[in-house]
């Protein structure tokens, strides 16, 4: 006889199993951020996890790093081609024109929370498949935006329960003064060209901003003396960026002044943030960053319409929350187990628990055919207070057997009367 081969199937590389034990940090996210949002008046919207590809690339930008290297893009069987989002805020913006937001009163404001692909290398913190919650503020340039936006994340992380985070912070112009920047970004560059990586010789010719994304050590001197996006602003970029900062200070939000914070998306203008956990002897953790993208919209198809928003990413979160010792509330164990024995307990305990769920007790149970002892067993191990105990006898007799764990006392009551008689010796316990 031939052996069949079973293949252990394993989850794709740079995706993972959220388990049970995982759960309660995902709650404590959720749970903060749905409170938040409906606090800050913003309104939760779900967007497909695929989209048309050109759609990412329009807004991301062709050339980005996520577009041309990260983006999991696939044709369907009738010939469309698509792709599961890298990102957020460009269904988002889809979903916006699409259904007619354009005629609600401005600013519209909308959150998410889901998963998000890009395929990276995998590594600590970098997944192929990764969950962010993210909060876009559609139609409006006022700098008091960004810096609410700044504040919501902020909010949100110590809300957590995170600690020490750091906001850096950039403005990258607007179409009016990035070019004159672009120029003499290249300039600078081109007179070095024969001292940098073979990536960012790429960058240069392609998309000149991501020079300042270079992580290469060989690059980083050449980096530190580019010439400043702030150098470059309009007297409307610098005004808007300076109030931004005004705002900052107002709100009491310490903020590190970043040169080189232009972030990998090319939807972005004017402010630009990221949000990091710094600490010694480690490279810096970006647990969310985002910006204004005043041009998105109007690129998408719409009228010219300003916006403001932030991704951040949920792994990250939950990572820092654990390694800062951030306790989230885990499910109460129940206290109580039902033991059921025969077929005619087993009925009867199916009805019992639904009974009982309706008083507002929550049993423990193990609805199989084992016996007593290892129902008994799974209870202590549990830590329950009290078993019930309701075999062929108890069935017949319209009774159940309630059992002190502790004292292992056990007293027969009436099946009717079981609910009082538990909220009476749980009261006492
Ligand atoms: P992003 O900076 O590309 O921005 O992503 C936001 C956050 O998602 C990052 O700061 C990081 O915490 C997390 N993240 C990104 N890639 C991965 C990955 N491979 N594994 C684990 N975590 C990851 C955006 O996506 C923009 N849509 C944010 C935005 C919203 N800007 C304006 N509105």
Known sequence: MSKIKIKNFQAPR????????????????????????????FSKIDTPIFEDMELFARSAGASSDLVEKEMYSFRTR????????????????????????????????????????????????????????????????????????????????????LKKLSVHINSIGCPECRPGYRRALVDYYRSKKQKICPDCQRRLKENPLRLLDCKEEKCQPIKAGAPLTLDYLCPACHGHFKSVLEFLDE????????????????YYT????????????????????????????????????????????????????????????????????LVELGELGQRKSLKLFEELHKEGIIVAESLNKSNIKSQLKIADRIGVKFALILGQQEALEGTVIIRDMQSRVQETVPLAKVAGELKKRLAKK
């Open 78 to 161: 009738g010939g469309d081609q698509l792709a599961l989002r890298p990102e957020g805020t460009a269904g988002v913006i889809r979903a916006y024109l699409e259904n007619g937001m354009v005629d609600l009163p401005h600013p519209v404001k909308l959150f998410y929370f889901g998963p998000m692909f890009r395929y990276e290398r995998p590594q600590a913190g970098r997944y192929r498949q990764h969950h962010q919650f993210g909060f876009e503020v559609i139609g409006g340039d006022e700098p008091v935006l960004d810096a609410q936006v700044i504040q919501l994340f902020l909010h949100i992380s110590r809300q957590v329960g």
């Open 251 to 266: 709100l009491e939000v310490p903020y590190f002044l970043n040169h080189q914070l232009v972030r990998g998306l090319d």
């Open 270 to 337: 004017k402010t630009v943030f990221e949000v990091f956990f710094e600490s010694e002897g480690q490279p810096p953790l970006a647990l969310g960053g985002g910006g204004r993208y005043d041009g998105l919209v109007k690129n998408l198809g719409g009228r010219p319409t300003p916006a403001v928003g932030f991704g951040a990413g949920i792994e990250r979160i939950i990572s820092l929350m654990k390694e800062q010792g951030v306790k989230v509330p885990v499910k109460p164990a129940p206290k109580i187990f």
């Open 14 to 41: 740079g995706t993972y199993d959220i388990l049970p034990e995982e759960q309660p940090w995902w709650e404590k996210i959720r749970k903060t951020v749905k409170e938040l949002s409906g606090d800050y008046g």
